[in-house]
């Protein structure tokens, strides 16, 4: 049996399917960084360390101080990566 929670997680992450499926060969910011710490992952919207849920690609992160920003990447079925900050990519907006 499945809480509340479970459910809410399982539906957002099923709409974030459809809307990749749309869109693909777009990579997105998803709003992380390690910049202060190297290693140490924070949400920006919320300084917040991530902690509770990581969805790393193989081998990702990959390369230390040069790659500080967190996003999807398509070439890697939209895991996660951090990729140098730079990089101008999509992003994805949260609906209060
Ligand atoms: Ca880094
Ligand atoms: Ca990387």
């Known amino acids: ?53 990581t969805h790393w690609a193989p081998g990702e992160p990959s390369s230390g101080t040069s790659e500080n920003c967190l996003g999807l990447y398509d070439g890697l079925n939209y895991q996660w990566n951090d990729a140098p900050c730079t990089l101008e990519e999509a992003f994805i907006c949260e609906v209060p």
């Open 1 to 53: 049996m499945r809480t509340d929670d479970e459910v809410s997680y399982h539906r957002s992450k099923c709409k974030l399917y459809d809307i990749l499926a749309d869109v693909s060969g777009i990579d997105f910011w998803l709003g992380g960084y390690d910049l202060v710490n190297e290693g140490t992952w924070v949400w920006v919207k919320k300084n917040e360390y991530i902690n509770d849920y």
